[in-house]
């Protein structure tokens, strides 16, 4: 055993929760179903804490971060909490110059780019004194929720370094796809840098009391398979290698990035138990790609949260037949919460998919 004895997955909390076992390829009597972005600008709970807090201090709060956290469970009797938080993070715990600008999204106070660029970030670590205020929001958020488990979150490794190269966010990442290929060297240096310090933060989350973790890959789906497996996957590997040791423990890794239909195999050999499906394809098809053997997430396509309620819950329908197809299946978005959902439609959408 490595978790700590008061791990929830350790003391059994968590043990035999439908989320967990769901991820482990059973089919547990309750469906269990969580929303990415659940928590946040859905819901004006999460406006009201915020109010007058930038989003990486927000973060950064134990206190804010864990009520925030708890915010949509106690709402919606979902089944698992994902620690809020963001992607760039870990970024800035371990010494980036980043701020996510509204509207903008995250901007970093230069672009690394060069062999010289990411020379520089090899003196930057994330270390257990940075770590501190994610370790003590987990367990704040731990120890209100009970049997109900809590998802660590942390950012691809190709993300990150999409974002560093890129300076800020970008439509087609053609700054980052060309490091890849002109300079691979660089690019690998830079990947294996972001994967140990996305990976840190992650096994951060687990051993303070995260019952799985998800590691997140917005950007991928703007490569080719070709690439992927070339420049990408290994990072992703390395990523994931930091919790690897605690599957023993019962602690599942899912991977999930949009646009990435293509990828699901690769993503999935990267060291993940479950891979989660955005809404571009089918759940039955996204399982024969993965052999019929892999747990599923997923994938309510999210636009249609703002659709009549027939037409919702003829798709939700659906998506909980075609995941039928996999061992395990946990129902979710496709993608994220829209920040104009309607709280009262998640609400109702949890309730529909534990009662079929």
Not at 44 to 54: L, N, S
Not at 103 to 125: C, I, K, N, Q
Not at 126 to 132: F, H, Y
Request: aromatic residues 6%.
């Amino acid at each position: 055993m490595v978790l700590p004895v008061t791990h929830p997955l350790a003391d059994g909390r968590t043990t035999h929760s439908a989320l967990v076992r769901a991820y482990s390829g059973e089919r547990p009597d309750r469906r269990p179903v969580w929303f990415m972005r659940q928590a946040g600008r859905s819901l004006p709970e999460y406006r009201e804490a915020r109010a007058g807090t930038a989003m990486l201090d927000a973060c950064l709060d134990p206190a804010m971060a864990s009520e925030i956290t708890l915010q949509p469970v106690r709402r919606h009797d979902v089944d698992a909490a994902i620690f809020f938080s963001d992607i760039v993070v870990p970024l800035r715990l371990a010494g980036i110059d980043v701020e996510i600008q509204p509207g903008v999204g995250p901007v970093m106070g230069s672009a690394v780019r060069t062999a010289d660029d990411v020379a520089r970030l090899r003196d930057l670590e994330l270390t257990d004194e940075a770590l501190a205020p994610v370790a003590e929001g987990v367990a704040r958020t731990v120890a209100a929720l009970g049997s109900t488990p809590l998802i660590g979150f942390a950012g691809a490794p190709f993300t990150l370094a999409a974002y560093l190269v890129e300076g800020g966010p970008s439509r087609d990442h053609l700054a980052a796809r060309t490091l890849m290929h002109a300079d691979p060297d660089t690019w690998r240096a830079l990947t294996e840098w972001a994967a140990d310090v996305t990976g840190a933060f992650l096994r951060a989350q687990v051993l303070a009391g995260a019952s799985a973790a998800q590691l997140f890959d917005s950007w991928a789906g703007s490569l080719s398979l070709a690439d992927y497996t070339a420049h990408v996957q290994a990072a992703s590997a390395r990523a994931l290698g930091h919790v690897a040791d605690l599957a023993a423990d019962g602690v599942r890794r899912v991977h999930f990035g949009t646009g990435t239909g293509e990828l699901l195999a690769a993503m999935r050999d990267a060291g993940a138990d479950v891979v989660g499906v955005d809404y571009r394809i089918p759940l039955d098809e996204a399982s024969r790609r993965l052999g019929g053997s892999t747990p599923l997430q997923g994938n309510i396509d999210p636009a249609l949260l703002a659709a009549p309620w027939d037409v919702l819950e003829a798709h939700v329908r659906d998506v909980v037949a075609r995941g039928a197809s996999a061992p395990g299946h946990v129902v979710n978005l496709g993608h994220g919460v829209p920040p104009t959902t309607d709280p009262d439609v998640l609400t109702r959408l949890a309730a529909l998919v534990h009662a079929i």
